[in-house]
């Protein structure tokens, strides 16, 4: 079979010779015509010699480049052939390269695949300042929520080129979010009456002074009292919308202001609300006021109630421990 596949492609090489010939002396184009397709039929027939043997039912698709590319068709073949005979990719076992200044040097870092943002902090901790680059840029994927504060951590790298991608990532970041907030006062501007619209935009605010990208403190402040002023207007068309109440109170504690806190608690109490979601910020209101006493009482509703919360569970430990410490 093999030498019958050789005699073929001895063949099929002939009928391409006799092909061109009739085409250069004779002006017989049919004749040509006909000698180019037997030629590459009979190569296409002979040059699955290059393949494995599962893939030798394939004469046809070897066949094809040798129609199409007059002359140079068996050369085509064979880069086909070549194509074919490479071995599969193992996409499970694949590195992507985020970025690379140093390629003429013939090194390579790279990311894994889904890098995540606890590797990136790992990453920006590394001596190698080529990973630092690639997980810095890696941030542009990633939630802003995730990558801001990372970003930041950037913008305090010893290398130069770190801090810049920092920097230009941030910036654009950042000319989204306010792209957003206008885009949502203009919404809320056309529909006044838009709860939706309302809430949205406290949200950005909040946000903003959470990542603490808002600017100097009386910004921050601005935008909190921006969020709860929104808030309470959404509240009065949504009264018994818990999502709207609860929002209410995180932008009152974060702005220390406790009599907007409680009002928010006392709504929250009037509609309804999941004990273990507020619990916590309730715990943050008292210890803001520096009742020490009801304090220790939510620390122990805490721990009876099994609420997971790492965060309280590492204060109430604490707290457990400085209370049976001896004075």
Sequence with gaps: MIRLRLIALVLGALLHFLALIFLTHYPTI?????????????????????????????????????????????????????????????????????????AETGLSDSLPAGAAGESIVEILQSPRTQLRRNAILALRDLEPQLAIPLLRKGL????????????????????????SLKELAQRLAAEPGAALHAVRLAEQYHELVYLDVAGDDETATHYLNQAQTLLARAAELQPTNQEIAFLGLKCAIRARNLAAADQWFAHLDHIGHDVRQTLPWLMELVFM???????????AVFQRGRIVNPRVDELAHFWHQSSESPS
Aim: include cysteine; hydrophobic fraction near 50%.
């Design 30 to 102: 049919s004749l040509a015509l006909l000698a180019h397709f037997a030629g590459a039929l009979v190569w296409g027939y002979g040059s699955v010699v290059f393949l494995p043997n599962g893939q030798q039912h394939l004469w046809w698709l070897m066949a094809a480049p040798a129609v199409l590319f007059p002359l140079l068709g068996p050369l085509a073949c064979l880069a086909l052939a070549r194509t074919l005979r490479l071995p599969p990719i193992d996409r499970g076992d694949r590195r992507y390269v985020v970025w690379n200044d140093e």
């Design 156 to 179: 305090q790298d010893s290398d130069e080129q770190v801090r810049i991608y920092a920097q230009n990532i941030l910036s654009t970041m950042l000319e989204r979010y306010e792209s």
């Design 289 to 299: 006021k520096g009742d020490w006493v009801r304090l220790r009482e939510l620390f």
